[in-house]
T-cell receptor
Framework: AQSVAQPEDQVNVAEGNPLTVKCTYS??????LFWYVQYPNRGLQFLLK????DNLVKGSYGFEAEFNKSQTSFHLKKPSALVSDSALYFC????????WGLGTSLAVNP | DTGVSQDPRHKITKRGQNVTFRCDPI?????LYWYRQTLGQGPEFLTY????????KSRLLSDRFSAERPKGSFSTLEIQRTEQGDSAMYLC??????????????????FGPGTRLLVL
């Protein structure tokens, strides 16, 4: 079955350090992949997506993600984490509806 | 604000009562989706519409759940005879599909703030 996986339930990083939130996929063909962020008690906000073209995708709030076909990964990255980046992050791919990973809780410590 | 809106934002009801939620998508978007999310979990797909046509329903959508999008604009999700297990955040999203697709599509779904339902 096609799916995405987020192997880490929680990621902790110090403010100012680089952060990575991992996502791997099992999707046939050329996948479209998305990252969304959810702040406490709020809806989901679109961060970025990979459709085709450059493997490095830049998105909102200084986030970027690298599509790696050989490793079937689409990890979310940011060079310097902010406390305000603390939230729940979801990787997803579309198959009419969105198929979601289980989410990774990011905690950025001051 | 031209984003997706949902009403109400919060709903508390007693078990056995009926509730109805409304979603207003971004105006030019032809696709509308409903998801359910419980605390700490990812969203679960419920159903989606292309214009006024309901194209897919999840097995999660029991007979007590019904969704409509009568004029291809706003949508309502009704839950009849609510149960405590229905307590969750109900999320609506919309997207613009530029062609009729039967498979994957890369259009972005934009989400509303959600309606949090608590069934006592």
């Amino acid at each position: 079955a096609q799916s995405v996986a987020q192997p880490e339930d929680q990621v902790n990083v110090a403010e100012g350090n680089p952060l990575t939130v991992k996502c791997t996929y099992s999707v046939s063909g050329n996948p479209y992949l998305f990252w969304y962020v959810q702040y406490p008690n709020r809806g989901l906000q679109f961060l970025l997506k990979y459709i085709t073209g450059d493997n490095l995708v830049k998105g909102s709030y200084g986030f970027e993600a690298e599509f790696n076909k050989s490793q079937t990964s689409f990890h979310l990255k940011k060079p310097s984490a902010l406390v305000s980046d603390s939230a729940l992050y979801f990787c997803a791919f579309p198959n009419r509806k969105l198929i979601w990973g289980l989410g990774t809780s990011l905690a950025v410590n001051p | 604000d031209t984003g997706v809106s949902q009403d109400p934002r919060h709903k508390i009801t007693k078990r056995g009562q009926n509730v109805t939620f409304r979603c207003d998508p971004i105006s030019e978007h032809n696709r509308l989706y409903w998801y359910r999310q419980t605390l700490g979990q990812g969203p679960e797909f419920l159903t989606y519409f292309q214009n006024e046509a309901q194209l897919e329903k999840s097995r999660l959508l029991s007979d007590r759940f019904s969704a409509e999008r009568p004029k291809g604009s706003f949508s309502t999700l009704e839950i009849q005879r609510t149960e405590q297990g229905d307590s969750a955040m109900y999320l609506c999203a919309s997207s613009l599909s530029r062609k009729w697709t039967s498979g994957r599509a890369g259009e972005t779904q934009y989400f509303g703030p959600g309606t949090r339902l608590l069934v006592l």
